[in-house]
């Protein structure tokens, strides 16, 4: 236990809590508060949890008196962040989600990095822990590439990447997330997360970063470990709120696209990522949701002019883009819906296999 102190500490490590089973979130906290770098301060947010968690977290704040637990009704993943962000007191901010954990260098390694480059954010990379054999997920981790500086006038090739929905250039692949990242605090503190979307909050998060920041420094090593096994995380979630939250996340990512308009490489990545998740919707059908159902959202999602004027134009060179863009041109849903599901099922098929 450190000494209690009115200085702000080097490191703010904002913790956003639902419900998290309270083995995994000891063992979140156990991880944050080994790290061989001794100048930071813990917030964890309570979204709105049950007893069991609540009575936990109060039990962690007083355990130790670099922990401060905020609560407040549930909002959602982003609101809690946001107001983890308004909290803080530290030069720089990191975040973490209680079910996952850090290597015990994150914050040194973070921290002696961000100093030496000047950089307004550090990215390292991420280790996939559990079931790595589910389809669409990967291990995003950076070994064996080299560090990069990417300075402002190179931005535009980051936003590409964020925007696309699994981002090929793996060195910068990390930007796609918020955790296993270190951000000056004066410039995340001008921005918050969306609150009014579940998914991809992390990617438009880092792309207005970047409307701030002068310089981002992304490195070879690994720093987070995510828990896939924790089934009821947000991540693992599809359900009747989440995939009509698709469309919203669709709607945002056309709208950070009309701003920077001027840009193919933008257009053509958030074309690409509005079609990773048009497919999600279209395989709602296979995955516990009714055919009737996944049409229903997918002929939403259609509707909306900002999403069909950003994939409309886009010409992509893979065969199975082609036949869903051109099907997406003539508004045939159930066409959409079949191709998406004999893909996911051919895929699974070929994981089994492997």
């Given at each position: 236990m450190i000494k209690n102190t009115n200085a702000p500490p080097h490191v703010t490590v904002i913790v956003p809590v639902y419900n998290t089973p309270n083995p995994l979130m000891k063992k979140c906290i156990d991880s944050i508060l080994a790290q061989t770098f001794g100048n930071f301060d813990i917030i964890i947010v309570n979204d709105g949890?049950?007893?069991?968690?609540?009575?936990?977290?109060?039990?962690?704040?007083?355990?130790?008196?670099?922990?401060?637990?905020i609560n407040q009704p549930n909002s959602g993943v982003s609101a809690a962040r946001n107001t983890g962000i308004k909290a803080a007191r530290g030069a720089y901010l990191a975040?973490?989600?209680?079910d996952d954990t850090i290597t015990s260098c994150f914050l040194s390694r973070a921290f002696e990095l961000a100093k030496a480059t000047k950089a307004d954010a550090v990215f390292g990379g991420i280790s996939l822990e559990g079931d790595r054999n589910v389809a669409g997920y990967r291990t995003e981790s950076n070994d064996g590439f080299p560090n990069i500086l990417i300075s402002r006038d190179c931005f535009n090739d980051v936003r590409a990447q964020i925007l696309r929905f699994n981002p090929p250039i793996q060195n910068?692949?990390?930007?796609?997330?918020?955790?296993?990242?270190?951000?000056k605090s004066d410039v995340a503190k001008q921005i918050t997360f969306p609150e009014a979307i579940a998914h991809s909050e992390d990617r438009i998060f880092n792309f207005r970063?970047?409307?701030?920041?002068?310089?981002?420094y992304c490195v070879s090593e690994v720093w987070y470990r995510y828990n896939r096994q924790n089934t009821d995380s947000v991540t693992n979630r599809f359900s009747k709120k989440s995939s009509t939250q698709f469309l919203s996340t669709m709607n945002a990512i056309a709208e950070l696209t009309n701003k920077k308009e001027?840009?193919?490489?933008?257009?053509e990545s958030a074309a690409d990522g509005i079609i990773g998740y048009l497919n999600m919707l279209c395989a709602a059908s296979t995955i516990g949701r009714s055919p009737a159902k996944a049409h229903y959202l997918v002929r939403g999602a259609l509707s909306s002019p900002s999403v069909t004027n950003i994939i409309d134009p886009y010409r992509p060179t893979k065969m199975y883009d082609r036949y869903f863009i051109f099907l997406v041109r003539k508004r045939?849903?159930?066409?959409?819906?079949?191709i998406s599901s004999l893909q996911r099922i051919l895929r699974g098929m070929r994981n089994r296999f492997t």
């Open positions: 949890s049950g007893t069991s968690t609540s009575a936990f977290l109060t039990g962690l704040e007083e355990l130790d008196q670099r922990i401060k637990v975040f973490v989600d209680a910068i692949s990390c930007i796609t997330n918020v955790v296993a990242a270190l951000y970063f970047l409307d701030l920041a002068n310089s981002i001027c840009d193919k490489r933008i257009s045939m849903v159930w066409g959409l819906i079949l």
